[in-house]
């Protein structure tokens, strides 16, 4: 602590150069903001977390000013408080009120502000006017109705994910945030990662719904209704339920879809030991010829696109390996041996997972067979609770069930997929095995500095062959250039995801800023890690074979 | 010393007077200037005034036919389109001068004019009508019976120091520009001067900053010189957006090397080796000219790498910016420059320490630039001469509204307000007294008749509250209501903010609102009701008071400016509309109740044929009728009535 400044009459250390945000929130005031993001520069935007400074004409905001020598702060002056009660009023003033019927209601950053700063009535009626609501895109919906301008979607999308699909257009109480000509999102740079939808403090963004597509197709007796339940969605569903991480988890969750009207519930895990163990098949023969590197991972369909709209010269360097979720799909909608075409036809595939980009990545062209989709729906995991709540299912006094077979197993590699780093450390444990041909223990080795790129060495087959993985695309996109720029020949497996954190920070994931409740989904991934019966992905694939 | 190449003249202009030190002691080297500022002609000389104002007024078409008079009679004279004298009043004003003989300037000389005028002058006859005057000269003949153009009470009380060349010279000229004294002082600074001297020089001047703030320049450059950066840059402020001024405009398209001599010396001054000009898109003249002179500069190795072997690197560059109020804020144009959206950005960090790509940047007004060739040329005593103790040098003002002549003029701090409106600008045009001065929207402040006698000084102003601001100076007289004035500025406010911060876009929303459903016709569904009425003025004073703490920038600081003046001014004016509904200068279009008057009425039905909602019953030649419930307050039928039977009540 450098020195100390007095607040609300009482003192208070603080450090040199920080805001005075950061060091109020540190000693306890609590000082309410929109815009303000961990980590991002501050915009000073939404003025929420105007303080009174002796000596200062104006209200000063705590987000973007540093700490000085001497400063004399109040945080609850009455002229402090009416003015976030009136900026908060304002907001209102022209907000749809509906917010019985919203997606967010009772996880909206405003109501909560509204309820905070005792707004009990509409003191000032704005004129509503009229937005488009932009459907176009396959995974991202805008209501721009409900938007406040905080422009953390729009600081996200350019300074984390580099896509800048969204912006603000025009000007004056006309302002919105929008695609570029207002041309809609599914002409637009998007990349469909969905971290925009996961800032944003109201439901002015959120998931394209397939819900009633999935609750159609439920219904529908024709039909067979096939859930595909991928390892973070049953870390997130146990996070959001308070379920114990055990052996029988992912069972329970099968036993709560198959109670939703799913016909079969198969483990996505397994798509990802197959994923892995090809992964690693095709590394291993590319460090073998010496060409084709860095092998950049392609499990992730954002980066996928992002690579294809803005990197089309690294194409080629994209494993040619199919996502879990794709993988998947395809099995079970097409294998010839075991299930007429006729019958592909009747079969309904539901995936759920953390990501939003899987909704954008199933409607495209390659993902189908002659008008068939490998898969028909994605539900978030949002969603998924959501059908989980409306159902009426009671999940923590539950029996746990087996997943269906053929697809109900899974490995612990396919656990390590949904976070960064995971996928990685899976195909490196899985070459290393296959390069050995034989079971060996192994133990890789996590660098301790966790920076957002690591990368770690290990020696197979004569070779040493260099594993790396980066998160973000902002990140993910420098690196890759950097490895490229300077001819690096050292790093050969890449493993890039496209949201921060990896899945376990998906667009899909269930939002919730309470700071008083952490995230421990990866926690989750690893402790399932250990219950798992198969420790290497050949098993569990070949076995299926 | 007939026609030259223009080579020679660059040679001499840079050998005998840019580098030569000893240049005014010189005879011959200043006789040789005296031709080629034109301030002595071989042959008739026509200058017509083509900025922008003139352009409006039909100079152009003025140039086209004085140019056909002289190819038609074979007259071998030159035809110069010149700049703007500020007398927008007076447009198009067309110049002559004949060997030998003062200038002579004439107003209002339309196309029709040019025949008449030119057989005249031509033939050294002065037709009296639209004479302004004589320029004075103490090496010509002077015309006998011809008021000196100083004596004219437009320009009697003005001090031109900024404007001196503005309308005299030929704007793209850069010989004649260094011929009259231009680019010494940038010469004679890079030569002699360091940097901190040069910051010292402007401090000791007392110039304070004209953007409004009024901060010491001097200052401000000396932060920057200090600030240890290895690129700094210098941007000079030249979006005019305020509305009701157009000084800035006037003054570039007049005299642009001035203002890039001053961006020169900035730059030079607080070690910035990349000098922006940012100026309005819209500004197409003016852009246009300073492109022409800046090229001309280069060509003079004025700009750009190693000027005159001193080792200093400085290039200007003009950035054309969009139509925003909000990139005058220097944040926002320091984003715009960068090629992002203009928006503002909070400080700390200030620009002076994070400005254009993260580095110290100064951003300066064209109008404090347009003082510094003058102070470094003559010194800080010469500054100091003029003015206030607290404010020095002259104020440029855009004088507009209602008063009998209207212009861009230049007047000494320290004259009164009363002063300008009743002698520059000539009295009001009507009969109707004055009601108030509006200077700038940004500041939103009002001079009032009370207040009249109030100095243009920085210290002066701040005691009665209000600001200098940008320098529009608008007199409006009883027939305007403010009610209305204050719902422009509203709507002028919310339709220029940047939509950043939630007070400014929301709130200023939400107070133009109330103002318009306040001042409703009683019978419209979206009128408030007399207790909503009575709430929203109630509200006004809390929006207004969290916008004016809670917002980003100046401008939404400035907002609530207009109505809170108008509550504090005006709160007689503001009470009739919201409690009596009624406007007192009958401009409220939806508090007029018109009526006709029966004894008048001749029944022509010619109100009855104009009015556009069938408000207005009767039959030909028996007294019409106004249906108030179906009247909109349009006022077709009062224009049209010719017997004064509508009467507004």
Request: hydrophobic share 35%.
């Amino acid at each position: 602590m450098d020195f100390q400044i007095e607040v609300n009459k009482r003192v208070i250390d603080v450090t040199e150069g920080e805001t005075l945000l950061s060091a109020l929130r540190r000693n306890g005031f609590r000082i309410p903001t929109l815009c303000h993001m961990n980590r991002f520069s501050p915009t000073g935007a939404c003025r929420l977390c105007v303080v009174e400074v002796e000596g200062k004409r104006d209200l000063i905001t705590s987000c973007s000013y540093p700490v000085e020598h001497g400063m004399k702060v109040l945080t609850n002056s009455q002229r402090v408080i009416k003015a976030r009660k009136t900026l908060v009023e304002m907001l209102l003033s022209n907000h749809p009120d509906d917010c019985l019927y919203c997606q967010r209601n009772g996880n909206c950053e405003l109501q909560w502000l509204a309820e905070e700063m005792n707004v009990k009535e509409r003191k000032y009626f704005g004129e509503k006017q009229k937005y488009f609501p932009d459907h176009s895109g396959s995974s991202v919906a805008r209501d721009p109705a409900k938007c406040i301008l905080c422009s953390r979607c729009v600081r996200m999308c350019e300074e984390v994910q580099l896509v800048t699909a969204i912006d603000f257009i025009q000007r004056s109480n006309k302002t919105t945030v929008n695609s570029a000509f207002y041309k809609g999102l599914n002409t637009s740079s998007c990349i469909s990662c969905g971290q925009c939808i996961t800032v944003c403090p109201t439901a002015a963004l959120l998931e394209i719904s397939h819900l009633e597509k999935v609750q159609a197709a439920i219904d529908d007796k024709k039909r067979k209704v096939i859930f595909l339940l991928s390892p973070s969605v049953v870390a997130s569903i146990a996070e959001e339920f308070g379920l114990k991480s055990e052996k029988g988890l992912p069972g329970l969750i099968a036993a709560a879809l198959r109670r939703c009207g799913a016909d079969l519930v198969y483990d996505l895990g397994f798509a990802c030991d197959v994923n892995i163990l090809e992964e690693s098949k095709l590394l291993l023969e590319k460090v073998q010829q010496q060409q084709g590197m860095p092998l950049l991972s392609a499990c992730c369909p954002a980066w996928v696109r992002y690579v294809q709209v803005f990197r089309p010269e690294w194409l080629p360097m994209l494993s040619g390996v199919k996502s879990p979720q794709q993988m998947l799909g395809a099995m079970i909608k097409f294998d010839r041996e075991t299930r007429p075409r006729s019958e592909a036809e009747k079969l309904y595939c539901v995936s759920v997972t953390s990501c939003v980009a899987n909704k954008y990545e199933a409607t495209t062209e390659e993902m189908t067979h002659k008008g068939i989709s490998e898969i028909d729906a994605v539900l978030s995991v949002r969603e998924c609770i959501r059908m989980i709540r409306t159902n009426g299912i009671d999940i923590r006094n539950m029996e746990s069930e087996r997943m269906d077979t053929p697809y109900g197993r899974s490995s612990s590699l396919a656990w390590k997929t949904g976070y960064s780093g995971g996928k990685a450390e899976a195909v490196a444990c899985e070459a290393h095995k296959l390069s050995k041909g034989k079971n060996e223990a192994f133990r890789f080795v996590m660098p301790k500095n966790l920076s957002a790129r690591k990368e770690s060495k290990l020696k197979m087959n004569g070779h040493t062959v260099g594993f790396s993985w980066v998160s973000g695309i902002a990140a993910a996109d420098a690196y890759v250039d950097s490895i490229i720029g300077q001819g690096r020949k050292d790093i050969h497996y890449i493993e890039v995801m496209a949201c921060p954190g990896g899945c376990v920070g998906g667009g899909g994931q269930p939002i919730n800023r309470l700071p008083e409740k952490p995230r421990n989904r990866k926690k989750i991934c690893q402790e399932m890690e250990k219950h798992a019966e198969s420790k290497t992905a050949s098993e569990v694939a070949g076995k299926q074979r | 010393m007939m026609v030259e190449a223009t080579d020679g003249i660059k040679q001499f202009l840079i050998d005998q007077v840019l580098l030569n030190p000893d240049r005014e002691a010189s005879v011959p080297v200043k006789k040789r200037l005296s031709y080629i500022s034109r301030e002595r002609v071989e042959k008739p000389c026509i200058y017509v005034g083509m900025a922008t104002c003139g352009l409006i007024a039909g100079a152009k078409a003025t140039h086209d036919a004085i140019a056909n008079y002289l190819s038609e009679h074979q007259i071998d004279a030159d035809l110069i389109q010149g700049g703007c004298l500020g007398f927008c009043h007076a447009e198009p004003v067309v110049d002559i001068q004949l060997p030998g003989r003062a200038r002579l300037s004439f107003s209002r000389v339309g196309s029709g004019k040019v025949q008449s005028l030119l057989d005249d002058v031509l033939n050294s006859h002065i037709p009296d009508i639209e004479l302004l005057g004589q320029y004075g000269s103490k090496i010509l003949q002077m015309w006998d019976k011809v008021p000196g153009i100083d004596t004219h009470p437009f320009f009697s009380r003005q001090k031109r120091m900024l404007m001196e060349h503005c309308g005299i010279v030929n704007p793209v000229s850069i010989e004649e520009y260094i011929a009259r004294g231009g680019y010494w002082a940038f010469a004679d600074t890079i030569s002699g001067l360091t940097p901190a001297q040069v910051c010292r020089l402007v401090e000791d001047s007392g110039l304070a900053g004209r953007g409004g703030g009024g901060f010491p320049a001097g200052k401000k450059w000396a932060i920057t010189l200090n600030a240890v950066s290895e690129q700094k840059f210098f941007v000079c402020n030249a979006v005019e957006s305020d509305p009701g001024s157009y000084m800035n405009r006037a003054i570039i398209e007049s005299n642009p090397h001035r203002l890039i001599e001053a961006v020169l010396i900035a730059a030079y001054a607080t070690g910035a080796s990349k000098a922006y000009i940012f100026i309005r898109k819209e500004f197409t003249l003016a852009v246009e000219r300073l492109r022409k002179a800046l090229l001309s500069a280069a060509d003079y190795g004025l700009t750009g790498h190693h000027i005159f072997n001193s080792g200093v690197n400085i290039d200007v560059i003009v950035r054309e910016g969009a139509r925003a109020f909000v990139c005058g804020e220097e944040t926002a144009l320091n984003n715009s420059i960068e090629g992002k959206r203009a928006m503002p950005a909070s400080k700390p960090p200030f620009p002076a320490e994070k400005g254009l790509w993260n580095k110290p940047t100064i951003v300066n007004n064209v109008e404090t630039l347009f003082n510094i060739p003058a102070i470094v040329r003559h010194g800080p005593e010469w500054f100091q001469e003029t003015g206030t103790p607290g404010s020095k040098g002259t104020k440029l003002f855009t004088l507009s509204g209602k008063t009998r002549y209207y212009g861009t003029v230049e007047v000494p701090m320290g004259m009164t307000f009363r002063e300008i409106v009743d002698k520059i600008g000539g009295g009001l045009k009507s009969e109707l007294p004055l009601k108030a001065i509006v200077l700038g929207i940004n500041s939103g402040s009002y001079i009032t008749p009370s207040t009249l006698d109030t100095q243009v000084d920085f210290d002066a102003l701040k005691q009665i509250g209000s600001s200098l601001g940008s320098g529009a100076f608008v007199v409006l007289d009883t027939s305007v209501c403010m009610v209305d004035m204050a719902k422009f500025f509203t709507a002028f406010f919310q339709k220029e903010s940047c939509g950043k911060c939630i007070p400014c876009r929301e709130g200023t929303a939400r107070m133009l609102e109330i103002m318009e459903q306040s001042t409703r016709r009683p019978s419209e569904k979206l009128a408030f009701t007399p207790l909503e009425r009575f709430k929203g003025v109630m509200q006004l004073r809390g929006l207004a008071a969290v916008i004016k703490d809670t917002s980003l920038c100046s401008l939404g600081k400035s907002a609530p400016n207009a109505i809170l003046n108008t509550l504090k001014h005006f709160k007689d004016e503001f009470d009739s509309h919201i409690f009596d509904r009624k406007c007192v200068a009958n401009v409220c279009r939806d508090l007029r109740i018109f009526t006709i008057d029966a004894d008048q009425c001749t029944g022509c039905t010619a109100c009855f044929k104009r009015c556009p909602v069938d408000a207005i019953i009767g039959s030909p030649r028996a007294p019409h009728f106004i249906v108030e419930e179906k009247c909109i307050g349009c006022g077709n039928c009062y224009e049209v009535c010719k017997f004064n039977a509508v009467i507004i009540t």
